[in-house]
Structure formats: structure tokens, C-alpha cells
């Protein structure tokens, strides 16, 4: 329970959570529900995050001549002149 919660990447507390659910017979999957929709809404904002990295540094590796120039339009956007 607790190896497949973290590969589904839930935290320590939302896992502490769920096992106190899984064990208790009484409870409303619409806690579990609840606990399961907020991790998947984090995870959908991490996404669009790392994709919007992932189009950034596309741009950047593409207009970065990679030769013997001094210019380097990555290290301008590192250091925030680009």
C-alpha cells in the first residue's frame, strides 16, 4: 500500500492519511476521493510547469548557435538579459 501510494507520488502525510482511511471500515470515499483529487490537481500543475521549462529551453537550445561565438542566448536568459 504505502510503495504503490509513493510511486503514485503522494506525500508522507497524504499516505499516513490514506492508510487511516484503507483501515477505517466506516469511512466516505469521499475523503479517499477527496485526498486522491487535490494530489492529482498538484501533479497537473506541476506538469504544465515543467512543460512550460521544457518549450522555454527548446527556444533557447534552438537560438543558441553552439559554435565558437561568444554569444550565448542561454546564458543571457540565465542571467536575465534575454
Not at 469521499?30 to 510547469?49: F, G, Y
Not at 553552439?66 to 542566448?73: F, L, M, T, V
Request: net charge negative; glycine share 4%.
Amino acid at each position: 500500500f504505502i510503495k504503490r501510494s509513493r510511486e503514485l507520488g503522494f506525500s508522507m502525510a497524504e499516505i499516513a492519511d490514506l492508510v487511516s482511511l484503507w483501515h477505517d471500515k466506516a469511512r466516505a470515499s469521499s475523503q479517499v476521493k477527496l485526498i486522491a483529487s487535490q494530489h492529482l490537481a498538484d501533479l497537473e500543475k506541476r506538469i504544465q510547469a515543467m512543460q512550460d521549462m521544457r518549450r522555454t529551453l527548446q527556444n533557447l537550445v534552438h537560438c543558441c548557435h553552439g559554435d565558437a561565438r561568444p554569444d550565448c542566448p542561454i546564458l543571457d536568459e540565465l542571467a536575465g538579459e534575454g
